[in-house]
């Protein structure tokens, strides 16, 4: 139980395109949704907390217009990058929880690469 | 601001060994600890979740003891094998929003 699907798995674009990842709990409702980024070598980052709903709350020096967060649904979230550049080329990685107090479930990353 | 630390960064044991992985972090005002496998290239599994009011939590061969009043918690394989080979995140969740702050990592090889 509790799986979390997360994609496209690996993305591969040109410079000044918008690229949408999906984050979806399979087989339980997700109150809230997460996202990291993950740079080689480096821990994973908190990015955007996102509640079912409502606005996602975004962790200071994370730009809210560069990267738009969705979460339509209870078991759907979204993270779009708008015209991506190479620095934003990372690993993102989505996870979802249940209840407060729950642990989080994460789903298995997007290899994003900007050329 | 909490910061988590994760000593050593890379391990290697012959297969069988017993091991001890650990975590500090520097605000012992956490709700709780998990600790996560990541195989290369992949997202995160969790292992154990510790609340802050619990000292221990055990899982097969796994056991992730947290001390909070030092900041410190341990991950306890006992008879290593070598698909137990990934790195082992640990995790500090922030008040009670279940924020998760990372430590870098270790990562483990368990040589045949």
């Known amino acids: 139980g509790a799986v979390v699907s997360q994609h496209p798995s690996r993305v591969i674009c040109k410079s000044g395109t918008s690229v949408k990842i999906e984050c979806r709990s399979l087989d339980f409702q997700a109150t809230t949704m997460f996202w990291y980024r993950q740079f080689p070598k480096q821990s994973l980052m908190l990015m955007a907390t996102?509640?079912?709903?409502?606005?996602?709350?975004?962790e200071q020096g994370v730009e809210k217009d560069k990267f738009l967060i969705n979460h339509a649904s209870l078991t759907l979230s979204t993270l779009t990058v708008t015209s991506a550049h190479p620095e934003d080329s990372s690993f993102y990685i989505c996870?979802?929880?249940?209840?407060?107090?729950?642990?989080?479930?994460f789903g298995d990353g997007t290899r994003l690469s900007i050329l | 601001k909490q910061e988590v630390t994760q000593i050593p960064a890379a391990l290697s044991v012959p297969e069988g060994e017993n091991l001890v992985l650990n975590c500090s972090f520097t605000d012992s005002a956490i709700y709780n600890l998990q600790w996560f496998r990541q195989d290369p290239g992949k997202g995160l599994t969790s292992l154990l979740l510790?609340?802050?009011?619990?000292r221990e939590q055990t899982s097969g061969r796994l056991n992730a003891s947290l001390d909070k009043s030092s900041g410190r918690s341990t991950l306890y394989i006992a008879a290593s094998q070598p698909g137990d080979s990934a790195t082992y995140l640990c995790a500090v969740g922030r008040g009670g929003s279940e924020k998760l702050v990372f430590g870098k990592g270790t990562k483990l090889t368990v040589n045949p």
């Open positions: 996870s979802a929880s249940q209840a407060l107090n729950q642990p989080q479930h």
């Open positions: 996102s509640n079912e709903g409502s606005k996602a709350t975004y």
């Open positions: 510790i609340q802050s009011s619990q």
